[in-house]
């Protein structure tokens, strides 16, 4: 019931950055760029860096005939822009020296990428690769699980792990695309408006003090 009111909801709203590019292009190379970028940023900032760069280089071997500085340019104005720019030069060097210049299909593998983690990981997998192997869960979806009571933790790597055991795995492809839209537009972190929450009536919010 939870997942069929939320895919009602997020229609009035953008699907998160990297969604939005696996939807469209159906490419993990610029799904896991694309989530190397959106990490501490809003979406409003990435989606437009993320154009920038790809309309220089879509490809891990373009990508690396790059400058740092020409990558910078491009992705300025995203949260550590220096940082990710050296991240996106090490993954492309890694993509091509490794996986002859395509991106892996395993977690394991993608988690050897500079600048890759697990959620970065599974997004790739998910929404690059299709391939619903694990559940992306970024501070969205480790405030969400939480304050419906779904676990009981603080960490996006220990609500992955918990979240496996007891989501059903055909709506694995969907919970962090539902759940990020939620939170980015509506179970917010601080003051949640929980009276326009279209799923309120399920969620005991655990641990919210004050909302709207």
Sequence with gaps: MIVSLLKKEIKQFENPIATEIGEKTQDPFLVLISCILSLRTKDTTTGPASKRLFDLADNPRDMLKLSKKQIEKAIFPVGFYPTKARYIKKAC?????????????????????PGIGRKC??????????????????????????RLGW??????????????????????????????????????????????CIIRKYCPRVGVKRSR
Excluded: A, R
């Design 93 to 113: 060097k890694k993509i091509i020296k490794d996986f002859n210049g395509k991106v892996p299909k395993t977690m394991e593998e993608l988690l050897t990428i």
């Design 121 to 146: 990981g599974g997004i790739t997998l998910i929404y690059g690769h299709n391939l619903t192997v694990s559940i992306p869960v970024d501070t969205h979806l480790n405030k969400i699980s939480n």
């Design 151 to 196: 676990v009981k933790t603080k960490t996006p790597e220990k609500t992955e792990q918990e979240l496996v055991k007891i989501i059903p795995k055909k709506y694995w492809h969907d919970l962090n695309n539902l759940l990020v839209s939620h939170g980015q537009n509506v179970c917010v972190p601080i003051s949640p408006f929980c009276s326009k």
